[in-house]
């Protein structure tokens, strides 16, 4: 298989852009640390599957009612740990709010 000089260029530069973006995207969640709360991680759309034994249809319902607050980064969806922690006190079991406070290390908002 020949590929020429033109194509082969056009084919780089597509791909250094993705290289650039992706970067973009590993500098913005490395420093989220510094912007979120000591206490404060983020959690994504298969940490909240998992906890909730739901399926991210269901996660899509909770966002589009408003109901669980969420923000994306390059297109991938982020929820920060206290509003998932008052999602939990509002609509589940105790029991999960205990086994979300185990598993993600947070410590009860005062």
Same mark, same amino acid.
């Given at each position: 298989?020949?590929?020429?000089?033109?194509?082969?260029? $056009?084919?780089?530069?597509?791909? !250094?852009a993705k290289l650039e973006e992706l970067c973009k995207d590993v500098r913005v969640l490395?420093? =989220?640390?510094? $912007?979120l709360p000591e206490d404060d991680n983020l959690l994504d759309n298969q940490d909240l599957?998992?906890?909730?034994? $739901?399926? +991210?249809? *269901?996660?899509?319902?909770?966002? =589009? +009612?408003? =109901?669980?607050?969420?923000? *994306?980064?390059?297109?991938?969806? !982020? !929820?920060? =740990?206290?509003?998932?922690? &008052?999602?939990?006190? &509002?609509?589940?079991? $105790? *029991? *999960?709010?205990?086994?979300? &406070?185990?598993?993600?290390?947070?410590?009860?908002?005062?």
């Amino acid at each position: 298989m020949y590929i020429d000089n033109d194509d082969f260029s $056009v084919w780089m530069q597509k791909l !250094y852009a993705k290289l650039e973006e992706l970067c973009k995207d590993v500098r913005v969640l490395r420093n =989220a640390d510094k $912007v979120l709360p000591e206490d404060d991680n983020l959690l994504d759309n298969q940490d909240l599957c998992l906890l909730f034994k $739901v399926s +991210i249809k *269901t996660l899509q319902r909770y966002r =589009a +009612i408003g =109901a669980l607050p969420y923000f *994306t980064i390059s297109g991938k969806v !982020y !929820y920060k =740990a206290s509003d998932v922690r &008052e999602f939990i006190k &509002e609509r589940f079991s $105790v *029991t *999960t709010l205990r086994q979300f &406070e185990k598993e993600h290390c947070t410590k009860k908002k005062k």
